[in-house]
């Protein structure tokens, strides 16, 4: 079984700082990518940002620039979120992708105030 857990949402006003957490466990072999999805009230889940195995990084057009994504190690990463907009505001979800399955979180409030 797989376990994906996201920790660091809060409560921000625009212009602040928030860094998000995400910690993957289980019986993965390998993770390929992990990424960060959020989806505010009424709008479709979108992708944030991605980071494979490799260290390759994508960000959503929206968050270049104030948002970067780490990988510390094969099993964590990590959204740092800088200069936060009230449009940034809602769930956030960590994604962790093995062998074609993919692992979800049960996501991570993020509420920025103008």
């Known amino acids: 079984q797989v376990q994906v857990v996201e920790s660091g949402g809060g409560l921000v006003q625009a212009g602040g700082s928030l860094r998000l957490s995400c910690a993957a466990s289980g019986t993965i072999f390998s993770i390929d990518l992990m990424d960060w999805y959020r989806q505010a009230p009424g709008k479709q889940r979108e992708l944030v940002a991605t980071?494979?195995?490799?260290?390759?990084r994508n960000y959503a057009d929206s968050v270049k620039g104030r948002f970067t994504i780490s990988r510390p190690n094969a099993w964590k990463i990590n959204l740092q979120m800088n200069s936060l907009k009230p449009e940034d505001t809602g769930v956030y979800y960590c994604?962790?992708?093995?062998?074609?399955?993919?692992?979800w979180g049960q996501g991570t409030q993020v509420t920025v105030s103008a």
């Open positions: 980071m494979t195995s490799g260290g390759i």
């Open positions: 994604r962790a992708l093995s062998r074609g399955s993919s692992y």
